[in-house]
């Protein structure tokens, strides 16, 4: 079975470990990762500081210039690459476009243009003061070497958000992909490497103990991690114990929020793709369904109806529009969740019994007479199962809403826009849509606050947390 190997310094580079990447709708064994020895992690930290003088030497217009390259590799590569993505991460193939399944095409698709965006952006140096004595300006100094931890629910296109926006400004990376989705990042970062400095990017892979001793080792500068809280907590001990900046892309339990005035008809479409993207295994998906008693029951047999709809299986089949669970762990954890809450008496409207092997299936669930405090409301299921949880006073569901140590995102769904912005501004989240959910942007920066982490991605926003000020002071 082949190996597929980790950049470091321009050179692909295999371990005296490794392990077989699993296919979650089948079973069987895809190709073997490496687990990087503590040694490589250190040749791999070495080459991107060797590296990283020269490229933020380099003119701006010729790093833009390589990242565009980048973009049009990653789009002549997208085929094969959505093929990897499917079959590791399981989300089906899909399309791109507002009328297609997004699926590995449409993640390849958002890969090149984050990608693009950040080379068309500019961190221009800022006056901030300046009288008849002097002249102040703030610079914007890359970081250095930047260590990126990705997960394994989008793993090519967290990738590139850690990836693009660090090499943009003048760092260099070394990058380790989830253990459960290697395979796909080791080849887009191989296809990529071709057009860029040796050192300039690297790998290393293996699960989390390999992630650890990369965060916690002084020759790193900065560190974006992307994944559960339980490890954000981790990664921020090793940071502060070398003072290294970071940002913590972690958990969510997002409320969507619906008001008595919103079409239930209307919304249903776009409120079930933001709870279930990716077979709900997206950071910012709508977690935790609030509905207003007087539109309760037709949301409900709304989301029911295209719920059972939704052809499920291996995500190569073309047709197919949602995938199994990405592995065993989550899916236990689906299991275990929707068992609590039929202990706790709910509804199981529909779904709710795992389909069986091989390949970790399970049907969409949808899930009413559950309230705060039970498991499945309280707890981030990240798999396909929605709580609705019926309401009668928006201030009790605005409550609600904020009673978890969660933050990512939130919504709230009306026909009023200004009732829905009163709405919006009282949810401590760190983005709030209306009438739509986890519609990230790459203009748009996108973070957490609370327990879902700190720090922001995306935009020029985005660029700037992947660059340190360095103020330039001039006496007149
Ligand atoms: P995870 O924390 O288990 O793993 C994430 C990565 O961290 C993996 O690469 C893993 O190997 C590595 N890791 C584990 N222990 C480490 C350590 N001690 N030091 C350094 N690295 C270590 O998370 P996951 O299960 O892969 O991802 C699912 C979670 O991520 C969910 O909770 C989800 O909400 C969250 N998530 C958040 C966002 C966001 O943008 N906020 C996006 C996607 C996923």
């Given at each position: 079975m082949k190996t597929y190997l980790n950049t470091i310094d321009g050179r692909q580079v295999d371990s005296v470990q490794s392990f077989e990447s699993?296919?979650?709708?089948?079973?069987?064994?895809?190709?073997?990762?490496?687990?990087?020895?503590?040694?490589?992690?250190?040749?791999?930290?070495?080459?991107?500081r060797a590296a990283q003088p020269g490229w933020a030497a380099r003119p701006d217009g010729e790093r833009k210039a390589l990242l565009l390259q980048i973009a049009a590799l990653i789009k002549a590569n997208a085929a094969y690459l959505a093929e990897w993505v499917t079959r590791e991460q399981g989300k089906p193939l899909g399309g791109v476009g507002p009328d297609q399944v997004p699926g590995s095409r449409f993640e390849l698709?958002?890969?090149?243009?984050?990608?693009?965006?950040?080379?068309?952006?500019?961190?221009?140096?800022?006056?901030?003061?300046?009288?008849?004595?002097?002249?102040?300006?703030?610079?914007?100094?890359?970081?250095?070497?930047?260590?990126?931890?990705?997960?394994?629910?989008?793993?090519?296109?967290?990738?590139?958000?850690?990836?693009?926006?660090?090499?943009?400004?003048?760092?260099?990376?070394?990058?380790?992909?989830?253990?459960?989705?290697?395979?796909?990042?080791?080849?887009?970062?191989?296809?990529?490497?071709?057009?860029?400095?040796?050192?300039?990017?690297?790998?290393?892979?293996?699960?989390?103990e390999v992630g650890s001793w990369l965060v916690s080792d002084p020759g790193i500068d900065k560190i974006t991690f992307t994944g559960s809280g339980r490890t954000g907590v981790r990664i921020a001990e090793a940071a502060a114990r070398n003072m290294v900046p970071t940002t913590m892309e972690l958990g969510g339990n997002d409320a969507a929020i619906v008001l008595p005035d919103a079409d239930p008809q209307a919304m249903a479409m776009g409120l079930f793709w933001g709870a279930f993207l990716n077979m709900g295994q997206t950071c910012a998906c709508a977690k935790r369904l609030y509905v207003h008693e007087s539109v309760f029951e037709q949301t409900v047999q709304a989301l029911k109806q295209i719920a059972k709809a939704m052809p499920m299986g291996n995500g190569m089949d073309e047709g197919i529009v949602m995938g199994p669970i990405q592995n065993k762990m989550q899916f236990d954890k689906v299991v275990?969740?929707?068992?609590?809450?039929?202990?706790?008496?709910?509804?199981?409207?529909?779904?709710?019994?795992?389909?069986?092997?091989?390949?970790?299936?399970?049907?969409?669930?949808?899930?009413?007479?559950?309230?705060?405090?039970?498991?499945?409301?309280?707890?981030?299921?990240?798999?396909?199962?929605?709580?609705?949880?019926?309401?009668?006073?928006?201030?009790?569901?605005?409550?609600?809403?904020?009673?978890?140590?969660?933050?990512?995102?939130?919504?709230?769904?009306?026909?009023?826009?200004?009732?829905?912005?009163?709405?919006?501004?009282?949810?401590?989240?760190?983005?709030?849509?209306?009438?739509q959910h986890g519609m990230i942007h790459p203009m748009v920066p996108f973070g957490g606050i609370k327990g879902s982490g700190y720090g922001v991605e995306f935009g020029v926003e985005g660029l700037k947390a992947m660059t340190r000020p360095q103020v330039i002071s001039v006496k007149k």
């Amino acid at each position: 079975m082949k190996t597929y190997l980790n950049t470091i310094d321009g050179r692909q580079v295999d371990s005296v470990q490794s392990f077989e990447s699993i296919n979650p709708a089948t079973g069987e064994a895809l190709g073997r990762v490496p687990v990087s020895s503590r040694g490589q992690v250190s040749e791999a930290i070495a080459a991107a500081r060797a590296a990283q003088p020269g490229w933020a030497a380099r003119p701006d217009g010729e790093r833009k210039a390589l990242l565009l390259q980048i973009a049009a590799l990653i789009k002549a590569n997208a085929a094969y690459l959505a093929e990897w993505v499917t079959r590791e991460q399981g989300k089906p193939l899909g399309g791109v476009g507002p009328d297609q399944v997004p699926g590995s095409r449409f993640e390849l698709w958002g890969c090149e243009v984050w990608t693009q965006v950040p080379a068309s952006l500019d961190l221009p140096p800022e006056l901030v003061f300046e009288d008849e004595t002097r002249r102040d300006e703030v610079h914007r100094k890359p970081h250095g070497v930047v260590a990126a931890i990705a997960p394994w629910n989008w793993p090519l296109l967290i990738a590139i958000w850690q990836i693009v926006p660090s090499l943009r400004v003048g760092n260099t990376v070394v990058l380790k992909p989830s253990e459960y989705t290697s395979i796909g990042t080791l080849e887009l970062v191989r296809i990529i490497s071709e057009v860029l400095p040796k050192g300039v990017l690297n790998t290393i892979s293996g699960p989390g103990e390999v992630g650890s001793w990369l965060v916690s080792d002084p020759g790193i500068d900065k560190i974006t991690f992307t994944g559960s809280g339980r490890t954000g907590v981790r990664i921020a001990e090793a940071a502060a114990r070398n003072m290294v900046p970071t940002t913590m892309e972690l958990g969510g339990n997002d409320a969507a929020i619906v008001l008595p005035d919103a079409d239930p008809q209307a919304m249903a479409m776009g409120l079930f793709w933001g709870a279930f993207l990716n077979m709900g295994q997206t950071c910012a998906c709508a977690k935790r369904l609030y509905v207003h008693e007087s539109v309760f029951e037709q949301t409900v047999q709304a989301l029911k109806q295209i719920a059972k709809a939704m052809p499920m299986g291996n995500g190569m089949d073309e047709g197919i529009v949602m995938g199994p669970i990405q592995n065993k762990m989550q899916f236990d954890k689906v299991v275990a969740l929707v068992d609590s809450a039929r202990r706790a008496g709910a509804t199981i409207v529909c779904g709710g019994q795992a389909k069986g092997g091989p390949g970790y299936f399970y049907p969409l669930t949808l899930v009413t007479g559950l309230k705060d405090g039970d498991r499945l409301v309280d707890e981030e299921q990240f798999g396909p199962v929605l709580p609705i949880i019926k309401y009668h006073d928006i201030e009790a569901a605005i409550a609600s809403a904020n009673r978890l140590d969660a933050g990512l995102g939130a919504s709230v769904w009306s026909t009023n826009i200004e009732a829905a912005k009163d709405v919006a501004s009282r949810l401590e989240a760190g983005t709030v849509w209306i009438n739509q959910h986890g519609m990230i942007h790459p203009m748009v920066p996108f973070g957490g606050i609370k327990g879902s982490g700190y720090g922001v991605e995306f935009g020029v926003e985005g660029l700037k947390a992947m660059t340190r000020p360095q103020v330039i002071s001039v006496k007149k």
